[in-house]
């Protein structure tokens, strides 16, 4: 079955660096890979979809890369801020959505 | 465009017990999702509805679990003879297949505590 993993360890970073988060894949190849962002209590909130025809996703300080052969997706939070400070999630899907593979989640800490 | 949302958000049973939890998705979104979430762990899929028909229902979802989509807009999750394994956060989610149809809305969900 499919495999998602994610840094369990929380990312600690100083304000205004850049942070990077690492989604690892196997047994599974997506039509898509999505990136969400969770606070506690709260329901995940989308943030950024990438395809698998795709290298490189930007949206504003966000930037996330997908590679199909590492079976790998990075998320970049550039000039981080402490309301960045949240849970990541990635998120697997085939070409018809009809369900989602979640990882466990990265918890990044952005100190001022 | 008033949002995912879900009810009860919070329920306290005894074990053996049934419960029934509500979702009521943006109104032009088709597609609906439940997934299960526990403390440390993404959320973790347990069905899909895209208008009433349940088109997708995890194999690790034991029978006691059923969700309905009746008329194609609000679902109802009903777990019978609860365990405590079955306390957890669950989500509903909902998406449109037309235009952005990728992007998955979700509710604040129901937190459930089986004692």
């Known amino acids: 079955s499919q495999k998602i993993e994610q840094n369990s360890e929380a990312l600690n970073i100083q304000e205004g660096k850049t942070a990077t988060l690492t989604c690892n894949y196997t047994?599974?190849?997506?039509?898509?890979l999505q990136w969400y962002r969770q606070d506690p209590g709260r329901g995940p909130v989308f943030l950024l979809l990438?395809?698998?025809?795709?290298k490189e996703k930007r949206k504003e300080r966000l930037k996330v890369t997908f590679d199909t052969t590492l079976k790998q997706s990075l998320f970049h939070i550039t000039a981080s801020q402490p309301a960045d400070s949240a849970t990541y999630l990635c998120?697997?899907?085939?070409?018809?959505?009809?369900?989602?593979?979640f990882g466990s989640g990265t918890k990044l800490n952005v100190k001022p | 465009d008033t949002g995912v949302s879900q009810n009860p958000r919070h329920k306290i049973t005894k074990r053996g017990q049934n419960v029934t939890f509500r979702c009521d998705p943006i109104s032009e979104h088709n597609r609906l999702y439940w997934y299960r979430q526990t403390l440390g762990q993404g959320p973790e899929f347990l069905t899909y509805f895209q208008n009433e028909a349940q088109l997708e229902k995890s194999r690790l979802l034991s029978d006691r679990f059923s969700a309905e989509r009746p008329k194609g807009s609000f679902s109802t999750l009903e777990i019978q003879r609860t365990e405590q394994g079955d306390s957890a956060m669950y989500l509903c989610a909902s998406s449109s297949s037309s235009g952005t149809g990728e992007t998955q809305y979700f509710g604040p969900g129901t937190r459930l505590l089986v004692l």
């Open positions: 990438i395809r698998e025809n795709e």
């Open positions: 998120a697997l899907a085939g070409y018809n959505f009809n369900k989602f593979y």
């Open positions: 047994n599974y190849s997506p039509a898509y």
